[in-house]
């Protein structure tokens, strides 16, 4: 913009620019502090002491830090008659959703092998089946579940609700990896074919090394379906197999007498975080994933 | 000696489309066969259902003496180059040629050798590290290539494989393909929809359409006799001009009477032709119609026709004339005087020609 012969007019249109520019961004940024301030809320407010929070000011910063409401959401906490914090809670989320991610990974990607790229006579008919399956609401799987859980007798455990979880992804993530190896020419399974590979050899040495975007996505998706569920987790556990979630909605909804909202806000914050760290982690390949079936295509 | 291939009434059916019927075709080993055709005729399932990718309806495949017919691809002892290539995208190179020998447990030392061999013998050494993405078109079917040759099969496959390759890196290819197949002496299957790489490459040429096989037979044979007015039409560049005439019996030849736009039909003798019907189609190649004093013989016989369009072609010149209601082009030498909309002398040489039936389109002599 050094340009010596620079018109008037011209000038006042490249202001108008950067006026509009600028706008743009105050515009983003209050949308950004509207979205943020919930969260502002709840770290300031987790770190506040009771007195502070009783007569001080909601969105003030708390005039002395003090960890204490999160040691005791993590370990003191009642839930009810137990007062263990959510720590137990917070473990059994991990026992149900580290198993129940992979596992509904693993299968989605098998699914999608075969039906992207092994069509067999029916392939379509069950891939719309399974399609299907994501739209069922959870209400309506509820009580046959409950039968199905009892009958297998693993009802009210830990492998119940992995097992719980693991059927209501399938659909997902045959979904998503179905999509992306659509993308993957037929002749690479020929290939391997005429190379004398087999149905799983082609499938772990070509297909899986290709997938990791598409793995990160049905990761996030998964994790994030199965760590914040709270319909399933209440349903189908009993006393010392709930997941965090549940133990979140004991601590804040089944203390009597006095509100204690820093611990509520720790408790809620520790039970959010693991999800948090999942997208901050992978998040970038998640883009990626969810885009790169459009765009070969 | 056995054919290397031997496919015997094979039928492939899709539901109730037939895709391929009645094909019959034997090749003895070091054959260079080539299926051509073009679009949607059957070829490519057809290779696939020689290398089993594809099961068949009806009929027997045989490979080296074996029947095949019901054995899986990786058990057929045969080597498949792709159009798209299908390198393994997440493998190096290496990787890629000796993925077949790792799947089949050959040993390392083994595998190390044939890789150095195969290497070495298509120059893409300095790319053993690569990544398929990181190659150009030219050096990822030399890989492709890699990866059947490292195999050593009875057979070797090709579909299409240069269709993606740009005009001069295809031209170079098809040479090393052919130079290939003259080292290796291997038996080959090469599906093209490319008349000039049939004509080229193959020691035996299928020319197919609709899933019908419509001519089996050396390249010239295809070219200097062709069995119908499609095998006239799609084989050569520029096609065999197809021109509707009279024919009479005259002595002990036959008269052949071709309209022209303006004044008397031309009138050419053809002392080996018998029994020809009233109705016939010429088919003379355009080299067949060439500028007069430089064919001679008592098959050639000169005429006058007022040219249409004049094309240049560096080495040639092709000049368009109408005959009998069809464009017809004469391949001239590049000196020729003949200029559009001017009347030239045009010598047509009757030694190589064809007449087909106008109705069915099969060929007459």
Known sequence: MTDATFSPARRQSALGKTALRWGLYIILALFAVYYLLPLFVMVTTSLKSLEEIRTGDLVALPREITFDAWRTAW??????????????????????????????????????????????????????????????????????????????????????????????????????????????PQELVK???????????????????????????????????????????????????????????????????????????????????PTLLVYVVAGKYFIRGLTAGSVKG | MAPILDIRNLYKNYGSVEILKDINVAIEPGDFLVLVGPSGCGKSTLLNCI???????????????????????????????????????????????????????????????????????????????????????????????????????????????????????????RTEIKSLHQNLGASMVYVTHDQIEAMTLATKIVVMKAGVIQQIGSPSEIYNRPANLFVADFMGSPAMNLIPAKARTNGGGTTIEIARREGEPIVLNDPRAKDLPADVIVGLRPEDIAEPGFRHGETVQQADCRVDIVEPAGADTYVMTHLGGKPVTARMHSETEAAAGNVHTFAFDLAKVSYFEPETGHRLN
């Open chain 2, 51 to 173: 290398a089993g990718l594809e099961p068949i309806s009806g009929g027997s495949i045989a490979i080296g003496g074996d029947d095949m017919t019901n054995v899986s691809p990786k058990d057929r002892d045969i080597a498949m180059v792709f159009q798209s290539y299908a390198l393994y995208p997440t493998m190096s190179v290496a990787k890629n040629i000796t993925f077949g020998m790792k799947v089949r447990g050959v040993d390392q030392a083994t595998q190390d050798r044939k890789l150095a061999d195969v290497a070495r013998q298509l120059q893409i050494e300095p790319l053993l590290n690569r990544r398929p993405g990181q190659l150009s078109g030219g050096q990822r079917q030399r890989v492709a290539m890699g990866r059947a040759l490292v195999r050593d099969p009875k057979l070797f496959l090709f579909d299409e494989p240069l269709s993606n390759l740009d005009a001069k890196l295809r031209v170079e290819m």
């Open chain 1, 75 to 184: 370990s003191e906490a009642c839930t009810g008659i137990q007062c263990e914090g959510v720590r137990p809670y917070f473990w059994n989320s991990v026992l149900i959703a580290v198993p129940g991610v992979v596992i509904s990974t693993l299968l989605g990607a098998v699914n999608g092998y075969v039906i992207a790229q092994w069509r067999f006579k029916g392939a379509n008919i069950i891939f719309a089946l399974m399609l299907f399956g994501c739209f069922i609401p959870f209400q309506v799987v509820l009580l046959p579940m409950a039968r199905l859980l009892g009958m297998m007798g693993i009802a009210g455990t830990i492998p119940g609700l992995i097992f719980v979880h693991v059927i209501y992804g399938i659909g997902f993530t045959t979904l998503f990896f179905r999509n992306y190896y659509v993308t993957i």
């Open chain 1, 191 to 273: 290939a391997a074919k005429v190379d004398g590979a087999t149905f799983l050899r082609i499938f772990w040495s070509i297909f899986l090394p290709l997938s990791l975007p598409i793995i990160v996505v049905s990761i996030i998706w998964q994790f994030t379906q199965i760590w914040n569920d709270f319909l399933f987790g209440v349903s189908f556990s009993q006393a010392g197999t709930q997941p965090v979630t549940v133990a979140l909605n004991n601590i804040v909804n089944s203390t009597t007498g006095v509100k204690e909202y820093n611990v509520d806000m720790a408790a809620a914050i520790i039970a959010a975080l």
